[in-house]
């Protein structure tokens, strides 16, 4: 009996934390009740902050015997520390769909980091996950400056909108790369 109380003391942190993030999904759009974090509220204007990240899961034998490595790699959304003013302010339906934007970059930034680990496998293996993921954030943090500048940090419907295109088009090119698929081997000449 002590035994099964003991497991379960290891495995409840474990649990509180899955329900506290959310993975991204191309089925599933942030919602209001999912910023659970207390929002600032200093009246001004409506705001709202998610904390996104991606993260991988590299080593051992499984990094040298299996090819695909797409479900080692993960985009979460955390839910706990992130705010959204829940006022009744006419920015809401625009603030969620900005925040869904940056969602959707950070997929886009595990989307190439599982490319990164398919087609530059030697480079994976003899310098590691870590030079990798720093190109790739590179890049993203790039992206992710233009689209602050460009949408002023989430007040323009239109360019929201057009980024919210350009992100589903890129998604689209890279889908062999999603977390569940299976990339398709390049043919040698």
Not at 5 to 30: G, R, V
Not at 51 to 62: A, D
Not at 90 to 112: C, D, H, S, V
């Amino acid at each position: 009996m002590t035994k099964y109380i003991f497991l379960l003391l290891l495995l409840l942190p474990a649990l509180s934390f899955a329900q506290n993030e959310l993975e991204w999904s191309a089925d599933y759009e942030l919602k209001v009740e999912d910023y659970l974090a207390k929002a600032p509220n200093t009246g001004a204007m409506q705001t709202a902050m998610g904390s996104f990240y991606v993260e991988y899961e590299m080593g051992g034998i499984n990094l040298i015997t299996t090819r695909n490595l797409n479900k080692n790699v993960s985009c979460y959304f955390q839910k706990d520390a992130s705010y959204f003013d829940k006022g009744e302010a006419p920015g809401t339906i625009r603030l969620l769909r900005y925040q869904q934007l940056i969602f959707n970059l950070y997929e886009l930034q595990a989307r190439k980091l599982r490319q990164k680990f398919f087609e530059e496998r030697s480079r994976l293996l003899t310098k590691g996950p870590a030079t990798l993921y720093k190109e790739v954030a590179a890049e993203h943090a790039n992206i992710l400056s233009d689209v602050e500048s460009e949408t002023f940090h989430g007040q323009s419907s239109e360019v929201i909108t057009r980024w919210l295109n350009w992100t589903d088009e890129e998604l689209a090119k890279l889908e062999d790369y999603c977390k569940t698929c299976k990339p398709t081997k390049k043919k040698n000449k």
